[in-house]
């Protein structure tokens, strides 16, 4: 079982930005895997927002719905994730996770983030 701990997120307003992190502490664990962050919606299923390729790949892939607004990365020694979040819109109100693509880890608690004015 990995130890997968979200954090970053909280109260924004419309049009503004968050940087989310997810951490292990399993050193490089983040190269040697396919990874992606995503989000369960209020009364919805859990999607993927976004994804990176495992090592020396690296190609990022988003949904449409956040393409050009999110960028997927990660530290160099692969134990941290990070989502960076721009451009912040109602609809992005959701709990943020980070897991494997496709997810096979048990889910972390994730992080809450609002977008409300």
């Known amino acids: 079982q990995m130890d997968l701990v979200e954090s970053g997120g909280g109260l924004v307003q419309p049009g503004g930005s968050l940087r989310l992190s997810c951490t292990t502490s399993?050193?490089?664990?983040?190269?040697?895997?396919?990874m992606g962050w995503y989000r369960q919606p209020p009364g919805k299923q859990r999607e993927l927002v976004a994804g990176i390729v495992k090592s020396p790949t690296d190609t990022t892939q988003y949904a449409a719905f956040v393409k050009g607004r999110f960028v997927v990365s990660r530290d160099n020694d692969g134990k941290t994730l990070y989502l960076e979040m721009n451009s912040l819109k109602p609809e992005d109100t959701a709990v943020y996770y980070c897991n494997t693509n496709p997810s096979v880890w048990t889910w972390g608690q994730g992080t809450q983030v609002t977008v409300s004015s």
């Open positions: 399993f050193y490089n664990l983040f190269t040697h895997y396919d």
